[in-house]
Protein backbone atom coordinates (compact mmCIF):
# COMPACT_ATOMS: atom_id res chain seq x y z
CA UNK A 1 0.00 0.00 0.00
CA UNK A 2 0.96 3.80 -0.31
CA UNK A 3 3.33 5.11 2.74
CA UNK A 4 3.78 9.09 2.85
CA UNK A 5 6.69 10.80 4.80
CA UNK A 6 6.93 14.10 6.17
CA UNK A 7 8.84 16.29 7.34
CA UNK A 8 10.13 17.82 9.60
CA UNK A 9 7.60 16.95 12.34
CA UNK A 10 7.77 20.71 13.88
CA UNK A 11 9.12 23.73 12.52
CA UNK A 12 9.50 27.17 13.78
CA UNK A 13 9.49 30.26 11.44
CA UNK A 14 9.80 33.93 11.96
CA UNK A 15 6.89 36.06 11.04
CA UNK A 16 6.88 37.35 7.67
CA UNK A 17 9.46 33.96 6.50
CA UNK A 18 8.48 31.30 4.61
CA UNK A 19 8.18 28.02 5.49
CA UNK A 20 8.64 24.82 3.72
CA UNK A 21 6.98 21.05 4.17
CA UNK A 22 8.06 18.30 2.21
CA UNK A 23 6.12 15.14 1.40
CA UNK A 24 7.54 11.94 -0.05
CA UNK A 25 5.06 9.10 -0.79
CA UNK A 26 5.82 5.61 -2.52
CA UNK A 27 2.81 4.12 -4.83
CA UNK A 28 3.42 5.69 -8.48
CA UNK A 29 0.20 5.34 -9.13
CA UNK A 30 -0.97 7.77 -6.57
CA UNK A 31 -2.70 11.02 -9.00
CA UNK A 32 -3.88 13.28 -6.09
CA UNK A 33 -2.33 15.53 -3.35
CA UNK A 34 -3.96 16.95 -0.14
CA UNK A 35 -2.99 19.62 2.13
CA UNK A 36 -4.81 19.94 5.50
CA UNK A 37 -4.26 22.38 8.17
CA UNK A 38 -5.51 21.56 11.64
CA UNK A 39 -5.20 24.34 14.15
CA UNK A 40 -5.50 23.10 18.07
CA UNK A 41 -8.83 21.38 18.81
CA UNK A 42 -9.94 21.86 15.32
CA UNK A 43 -10.76 19.58 12.60
CA UNK A 44 -8.50 19.06 9.33
CA UNK A 45 -9.49 21.40 6.62
CA UNK A 46 -8.25 21.14 3.31
CA UNK A 47 -6.55 24.10 2.20
CA UNK A 48 -4.94 23.18 -1.10
CA UNK A 49 -5.06 20.29 -3.76
CA UNK A 50 -3.01 19.16 -6.54
CA UNK A 51 -3.32 16.61 -9.05
CA UNK A 52 -0.57 14.77 -10.92
CA UNK A 53 -1.36 16.03 -13.91
CA UNK A 54 0.32 19.35 -12.82
CA UNK A 55 3.93 20.48 -11.24
CA UNK A 56 2.83 23.52 -9.22
CA UNK A 57 0.10 25.28 -7.95
CA UNK A 58 -0.67 28.55 -6.28
CA UNK A 59 -3.21 30.19 -4.12
CA UNK A 60 -2.23 33.94 -2.49
CA UNK A 61 0.02 32.68 0.01
CA UNK A 62 0.22 29.09 -0.23
CA UNK A 63 1.72 26.81 -3.14
CA UNK A 64 1.99 23.32 -3.70
CA UNK A 65 4.53 21.55 -5.78
CA UNK A 66 4.63 17.82 -7.16
CA UNK A 67 7.75 15.83 -8.40
CA UNK A 68 6.22 12.88 -9.80
CA UNK A 69 9.36 11.83 -11.08
CA UNK A 70 10.96 11.45 -7.59
CA UNK A 71 7.66 11.30 -5.73
CA UNK A 72 7.77 14.06 -3.76
CA UNK A 73 5.56 17.07 -2.72
CA UNK A 74 6.13 19.97 -1.04
CA UNK A 75 4.04 22.87 0.48
CA UNK A 76 4.78 26.46 0.82
CA UNK A 77 3.95 29.48 2.72
CA UNK A 78 5.03 32.71 2.09
CA UNK A 79 5.08 35.93 4.23
CA UNK A 80 3.93 34.00 7.29
CA UNK A 81 1.47 35.45 9.89
CA UNK A 82 0.32 34.45 13.47
CA UNK A 83 -2.89 32.80 12.14
CA UNK A 84 -0.60 30.13 9.54
CA UNK A 85 0.85 28.17 13.22
CA UNK A 86 -1.05 24.98 12.95
CA UNK A 87 -0.36 21.25 12.34
CA UNK A 88 -0.22 20.62 8.87
CA UNK A 89 -0.72 17.24 6.83
CA UNK A 90 0.10 16.28 3.53
CA UNK A 91 -1.95 13.13 1.53
CA UNK A 92 -1.37 11.20 -1.18
CA UNK A 93 -4.26 9.43 -2.88
CA UNK A 94 -4.54 6.05 -4.61
CA UNK A 95 -6.92 5.19 -7.28
CA UNK A 96 -6.26 1.11 -6.91
CA UNK A 97 -9.63 0.07 -7.95
CA UNK A 98 -11.43 -1.48 -4.85
CA UNK A 99 -8.85 -0.07 -2.43
CA UNK A 100 -9.20 4.29 -3.38
CA UNK A 101 -7.91 5.85 -0.40
CA UNK A 102 -6.55 8.79 1.06
CA UNK A 103 -3.34 8.06 2.96
CA UNK A 104 -1.68 10.86 5.48
CA UNK A 105 1.24 11.92 6.54
CA UNK A 106 2.42 12.56 10.21
CA UNK A 107 2.01 15.98 10.11
CA UNK A 108 4.12 19.37 10.90
CA UNK A 109 3.78 21.34 13.97
CA UNK A 110 4.41 25.00 12.16
CA UNK A 111 4.37 27.88 14.76
CA UNK A 112 5.38 31.43 13.78
CA UNK A 113 6.90 33.21 15.71
CA UNK A 114 5.96 36.98 16.12
CA UNK B 1 -25.40 23.74 4.92
CA UNK B 2 -24.47 22.17 8.81
CA UNK B 3 -21.38 19.83 6.74
CA UNK B 4 -20.52 16.64 8.70
CA UNK B 5 -21.73 16.52 11.95
CA UNK B 6 -20.65 14.34 15.04
CA UNK B 7 -22.03 13.44 18.15
CA UNK B 8 -20.52 13.17 20.93
CA UNK B 9 -17.91 15.83 21.53
CA UNK B 10 -16.12 13.76 24.49
CA UNK B 11 -16.92 10.08 25.97
CA UNK B 12 -15.58 8.03 28.67
CA UNK B 13 -15.93 4.20 28.55
CA UNK B 14 -14.08 1.28 30.47
CA UNK B 15 -13.04 -1.05 29.31
CA UNK B 16 -14.96 -3.71 27.80
CA UNK B 17 -18.18 -0.85 27.19
CA UNK B 18 -19.52 -0.39 23.77
CA UNK B 19 -20.73 2.31 21.74
CA UNK B 20 -21.53 4.27 19.05
CA UNK B 21 -20.37 7.16 17.73
CA UNK B 22 -22.62 9.38 15.51
CA UNK B 23 -21.76 10.62 11.96
CA UNK B 24 -24.27 13.08 9.87
CA UNK B 25 -23.48 14.97 6.91
CA UNK B 26 -26.27 17.32 4.69
CA UNK B 27 -24.53 17.59 1.57
CA UNK B 28 -25.30 14.45 -0.09
CA UNK B 29 -22.02 13.31 -0.65
CA UNK B 30 -21.58 9.37 -1.56
CA UNK B 31 -18.48 8.73 0.19
CA UNK B 32 -17.72 8.60 4.15
CA UNK B 33 -14.89 7.41 5.84
CA UNK B 34 -13.86 7.12 9.73
CA UNK B 35 -10.40 7.97 10.83
CA UNK B 36 -8.68 7.67 14.27
CA UNK B 37 -5.98 10.80 15.06
CA UNK B 38 -3.42 9.91 17.75
CA UNK B 39 -0.35 12.01 18.40
CA UNK B 40 2.73 11.60 15.90
CA UNK B 41 0.64 8.91 13.68
CA UNK B 42 -1.37 11.29 11.56
CA UNK B 43 -4.73 10.40 10.61
CA UNK B 44 -5.49 6.73 9.94
CA UNK B 45 -8.21 5.07 7.95
CA UNK B 46 -10.51 2.71 10.15
CA UNK B 47 -13.46 2.47 7.64
CA UNK B 48 -14.89 3.93 4.98
CA UNK B 49 -18.23 3.72 2.75
CA UNK B 50 -18.78 4.87 -1.25
CA UNK B 51 -22.24 4.79 -0.70
CA UNK B 52 -25.22 3.52 0.99
CA UNK B 53 -25.25 -0.28 1.71
CA UNK B 54 -21.34 -0.39 0.97
CA UNK B 55 -18.43 -0.66 3.48
CA UNK B 56 -15.26 -1.58 3.69
CA UNK B 57 -12.31 -1.73 5.79
CA UNK B 58 -9.70 0.49 5.90
CA UNK B 59 -6.38 0.50 7.92
CA UNK B 60 -7.04 -0.08 11.12
CA UNK B 61 -10.48 -1.69 11.26
CA UNK B 62 -9.83 -4.20 14.02
CA UNK B 63 -12.38 -3.62 17.26
CA UNK B 64 -14.58 -1.41 15.17
CA UNK B 65 -18.14 -1.64 13.01
CA UNK B 66 -19.82 0.02 10.25
CA UNK B 67 -22.82 0.04 8.91
CA UNK B 68 -24.64 2.47 6.05
CA UNK B 69 -28.22 2.26 5.76
CA UNK B 70 -28.96 5.58 4.14
CA UNK B 71 -26.64 8.38 2.25
CA UNK B 72 -26.47 10.84 5.36
CA UNK B 73 -25.40 8.55 8.42
CA UNK B 74 -22.37 6.56 9.08
CA UNK B 75 -22.29 5.49 12.71
CA UNK B 76 -18.92 3.53 13.94
CA UNK B 77 -19.34 0.86 16.61
CA UNK B 78 -16.80 0.08 19.09
CA UNK B 79 -17.57 -3.51 19.98
CA UNK B 80 -15.74 -3.90 23.48
CA UNK B 81 -13.87 -0.59 23.81
CA UNK B 82 -9.66 -1.32 25.01
CA UNK B 83 -7.20 1.40 26.52
CA UNK B 84 -5.78 1.14 22.96
CA UNK B 85 -8.92 2.75 21.14
CA UNK B 86 -8.45 6.19 23.09
CA UNK B 87 -8.09 8.85 20.56
CA UNK B 88 -9.79 11.47 18.37
CA UNK B 89 -12.37 10.02 15.85
CA UNK B 90 -12.96 12.14 12.85
CA UNK B 91 -15.23 11.27 10.29
CA UNK B 92 -15.50 12.64 6.69
CA UNK B 93 -17.14 12.85 3.48
CA UNK B 94 -16.66 13.50 -0.01
CA UNK B 95 -18.17 14.67 -3.34
CA UNK B 96 -16.12 12.25 -5.14
CA UNK B 97 -16.51 8.41 -5.70
CA UNK B 98 -12.77 7.68 -4.48
CA UNK B 99 -12.75 10.15 -1.31
CA UNK B 100 -11.25 13.18 -2.87
CA UNK B 101 -11.32 16.66 -1.13
CA UNK B 102 -12.93 15.05 2.43
CA UNK B 103 -14.23 17.61 4.47
CA UNK B 104 -13.90 16.42 8.28
CA UNK B 105 -15.89 16.35 11.22
CA UNK B 106 -15.60 18.25 14.66
CA UNK B 107 -14.32 15.29 16.03
CA UNK B 108 -15.17 13.05 18.98
CA UNK B 109 -12.29 12.83 21.79
CA UNK B 110 -12.59 8.95 23.41
CA UNK B 111 -10.83 7.82 26.38
CA UNK B 112 -10.86 4.08 27.47
CA UNK B 113 -9.94 3.60 31.17
Known amino acids: GENVEQHPSTLSVQEGDSAVIKCTYS??????FPWYKQELGKRPQLIID?????GEKKDQRIAVTLNKTAKHFSLHITETQPEDSAVYFC?????????????FGTGTRLTIIP | NAGVTQTPKFQVLKTGQSMTLQCAQD?????MSWYRQDPGMGLRLIHY???????DQGEVPNGYNVSRSTTEDFPLRLLSAAPSQTSVYFC????????????FGPGTRLTVT
Open chain 1, 50 to 54: IRSNV
Open chain 1, 91 to 103: AAFSPNFGNEKLT
Open chain 2, 27 to 31: MNHEY
Open chain 2, 92 to 103: ASSPTAGGLEQY
Open chain 1, 27 to 32: DSASNY
Open chain 2, 49 to 55: SVGAGIT
